[in-house]
């Protein structure tokens, strides 16, 4: 699990805190802009909703993820829970699992 948080001054998203297996990589590459569409952490944290992304596999979806979650996560399920004022997201929960449709919720 990570908790990202958003550094206002340079608009990124960065990994705060990480817990589990693979921590000290994840920490080191887990990152994303605040205002970058076509990355779908962005756009995921840009709509505010909780999000289960059941198969990231999914050509659509995978074309959206950044390059670092590609070579360095590559996790076919994930959540994305981010922590809104109810118009900015200022941090986010990411948890994922390693096989597709892998968490029974």
Do not use: N
Not at 59 to 84: D, E, Q, Y
Request: contains cysteine; charged residues 20%; aromatic residues 10%.
């Amino acid at each position: 699990m990570v908790l990202v948080e958003l550094e206002p001054a340079s608009g990124w998203f960065l990994a705060r805190r990480v817990w589990g297996e693979g921590g000290a990589s994840l920490s080191a590459h887990f990152r994303f802009a605040r205002d970058d569409a076509a990355d779908a952490f962005s756009a995921l944290c840009a709509k505010g909703a909780d999000s289960l992304i059941r198969d990231a596999t999914v050509p659509g979806l995978a074309a959206k993820l950044p390059a670092w979650f590609r070579t360095h996560v590559a996790a076919p399920a994930f959540m994305l829970l981010p922590i809104s004022d109810g118009r900015h997201t200022a941090a986010a929960l990411y948890a994922d699992h390693a096989q597709p449709d892998g968490f029974k919720l």
